[in-house]
């Protein structure tokens, strides 16, 4: 595994996956943000805890589009910054052209697909979300989060070893 880095259309690229790879912070945490004119929502840290345990279940959409599935989860992680996200893009056409449409910078964004399980109202009418199922996670031009729900980077293909990482591992097998 490296942990090189590069730049490409403002997306983070690290030489340490197969090039299939997206990764992002897929709904921010403690963000309020106004959904349409009757509705602001935020999301709390744990909203998705018992999601993290089988990401393998989420699949990754474009434009909530279920007859478009073109991936799925491979990790999901509850961070300080909101519910991250990795998901492997399926080699299809669809597939292929939603990595290039990333790596082009014209798809950037994250959206989700939940049904509530328990909410609360602040004084404000805020809806928090405290825990919901996420059913999918969709690929969108402009999201309801705008950058604090995006695509990071894509992991890429790497033919150079990174020495830092080599010796990291060693140092964790020798204990």
Do not use: C, W
Not at 5 to 30: F, K, M, S
Not at 119 to 135: D, K, S, V, Y
């Amino acid at each position: 595994m490296t942990i090189e880095y590069r730049q490409l259309q403002e997306l983070e690229v690290r030489a340490e996956g197969d090039g299939r790879t997206i990764y992002g912070i897929v709904v921010p945490y403690g963000k309020e943000q106004r959904i349409n004119a009757n509705l602001t929502e935020v999301f709390m840290p744990g909203a998705f805890a018992q999601q993290t345990r089988a990401a393998h279940r989420v699949k990754l959409l474009v434009n909530h589009d279920l007859k478009m599935p073109i991936g799925r989860a491979t990790l999901l992680r509850e961070d300080p910054a909101g519910l991250y996200g990795e998901f492997r893009i399926s080699d299809t056409n669809a597939g292929n052209e939603q990595l290039q449409l990333i790596e082009d910078g014209v798809i950037d964004h994250l959206s989700i697909g939940f049904s509530t399980i328990k909410n609360a109202t602040r004084p404000n009418g805020t809806i928090e979300r405290q825990r919901a199922h996420l059913a999918e996670v969709s690929l969108v031009t402009f999201g309801a989060y705008g950058d604090a729900a995006a695509v990071s980077g894509v992991r890429d293909v790497s033919a150079t070893p990174n020495l830092d990482a080599i010796t990291d591992l060693i140092k964790s097998i020798r204990g």
